[in-house]
């Protein structure tokens, strides 16, 4: 095989790449002495030539295999045949990407016989034997122009919609992550149902439903500076794309008739340019009530004002009525408040400390309010909007009353600095656990969160202060 040591010398001829594939069927380290030595006793043993000591081999076994990362790796000439002529004759069927984790689902045998299991490695053997096509980090393209967007589009055909896992039956080298990501951010899909997109352009739309969107929908929308996307009139239309979900037919509306003059969040459509956020259209529409229970102001914002969460439904309702009970809040017209008494009754609780709101435990002190009853609730309403002396801070929350009274007079940048400051005044033990234990049961908190250990750091700073 090497006649002449100087040949080795010289570097003139590569190491036998097919031998070193079936001795290193996963590479080796070229960088290693370990492995070296390995290579010239096995050239030694089996081969009868030895490599002298002085050539540089790590080169050698560079040159002579593919390197990836910091190993090296050696394939015949026939497992490289094999693998050109398997990627080759599936771009000849038509597929331009192909996404190495497929590749190793459907082509596990061919994969198995090259030793071949990781991306990177086949990225780097496939960028070795195929130049001419575009070899990424995840997926190979049969050209650089080709993308996954092409792919999905041509797995459609005629269909007008399809799931995830048929459009992959149909271009199976796509991967699903890779299908999904198309269909969630490209503009020429619009989700039907669960897992199924059809293609926009494929939907007709009724020219009465359009009419009807551009004569009475939109001028309203400007008129009250929002409108709801389920007042949509698609009924037409929707009977025109049979199995079609109308949610899809909505969108579509909204894209093709209304995107241009208008700016969407969840259901909610404004005016392009108001600066309406789903929390201000709460609060506006809360301020126009007498009265609203909990579960009701849910289904508004279901229908209206999808992707509100929860806590900011009962800041922007607590911004702006007064909350009775758990469930049920009424306009501030419907409650007087003697509010000298209450800041009265509130200090004898109080006493220039800090207490969380739990410490009330008993309202004869409190004037009465004719047609409501002292509770927790509407203690913390008033704290929170009318009261002169004293404030609270933290939630409002949603399933209970939470948070933390002072007097006005003292001043604190956040929540948890007064709960260190809490922590420090009742002499709590400077530990995490502890205070998180402590600010659950004083129902300062409903629940210990990662910020226990940014409380635990400013208590820490207020006890050595």
């Known amino acids: 095989m090497f006649s002449q040591k100087s040949q080795f010398q010289e570097n003139k001829f590569a190491l036998d790449a097919a031998f070193l594939a079936s001795r290193f069927p996963h590479g080796i380290r070229s960088d290693s002495l370990i492995d ?7 050239y030694k043993t089996q081969l009868g030539v030895e490599i002298p000591a002085e050539i540089d081999l790590p080169s050698l076994l560079r040159d002579s295999g593919i390197c990836c990362q910091d190993k090296v790796y050696f394939f015949s000439e026939r497992q490289k045949s094999e693998l050109r ?34 991306d990177a490695t086949l990225q780097a053997v496939l960028r070795e034997i195929l130049p001419e096509r575009a070899c990424q980090e995840s997926r190979v393209l049969a050209s650089a122009d080709s993308n996954d967007l092409d792919e999905v589009l041509a797995a459609y055909g005629d269909e007008i919609k399809l799931s995830v896992a048929e459009i992959q039956k149909r271009r199976p080298y796509l991967s699903l992550s890779a299908i999904r990501a198309v269909l969630s951010s490209s503009e020429k899909f619009v989700w039907t149902q669960p897992e199924t997109y059809a293609i926009i352009d494929k939907i007709t739309l009724s020219e009465y439903d359009v009419r009807q969107v551009e004569n009475v929908i939109l001028p309203q929308m400007r008129e009250n500076g929002y409108i709801s996307l389920n007042q949509l009139p698609i009924q037409e239309s929707c009977e025109k794309n049979p199995g079609i979900s109308p949610t899809a037919i909505r969108d579509v509306m909204f894209l093709r008739h209304m995107a241009s003059a208008c700016s969407r969040r969840g259901v909610i459509a404004t005016p392009k340019g108001a600066k309406s956020s789903a929390y201000e259209l709460m609060t506006d529409y809360c301020k126009t009530l007498e009265r609203i229970s909990l579960g009701e102001l849910k289904d508004y914002r279901d229908e209206f ?13 607590c911004a702006c009525m007064v909350r009775t009970g758990a469930d049920t809040f009424v306009g501030d017209r419907a409650v007087a408040f003697d509010v000298a008494a209450v800041d009265r009754a509130v200090g004898l609780f109080v006493n220039g400390r800090i207490i969380p709101i739990t410490a009330v435990t008993s309202f004869h002190s409190f004037p009465e309010i ?10 913390e309403s008033f704290l929170r909007r009318f009261s002169r002396e004293y404030r609270i801070m933290g939630g409002p929350a949603q399933i209970s009353y939470v948070g933390g009274i002072c007097p006005r007079s003292m001043e604190f940048e956040s929540y948890e600095d007064l709960l260190a400051a809490a922590v420090v005044q009742d002499a709590v033990p400077l530990e995490q656990d502890a205070i998180g234990r402590y600010l659950t049961e004083k129902k300062y908190v409903l629940r210990r969160s990662r910020r226990m250990g940014e409380i635990l750091r400013k208590a820490l700073k207020l006890h050595e202060q």
């Open 36 to 42: 070296q030595n390995k290579v010239r006793r096995m």
């Open 85 to 118: 002529d398997a990627v080759n004759a599936l771009f000849s069927e038509g597929y331009r990407v192909l996404y190495y984790r497929e590749l190793f689902r459907r082509q596990s045998a061919l994969m198995e016989s090259c030793h071949l299991y990781e």
């Open 305 to 317: 004002l999808t992707g509100l969460p929860d806590s900011h439904m009962i800041q922007a309702v």
């Open 370 to 379: 004719e047609g409501y009853a002292w509770n927790l609730y509407l203690l």
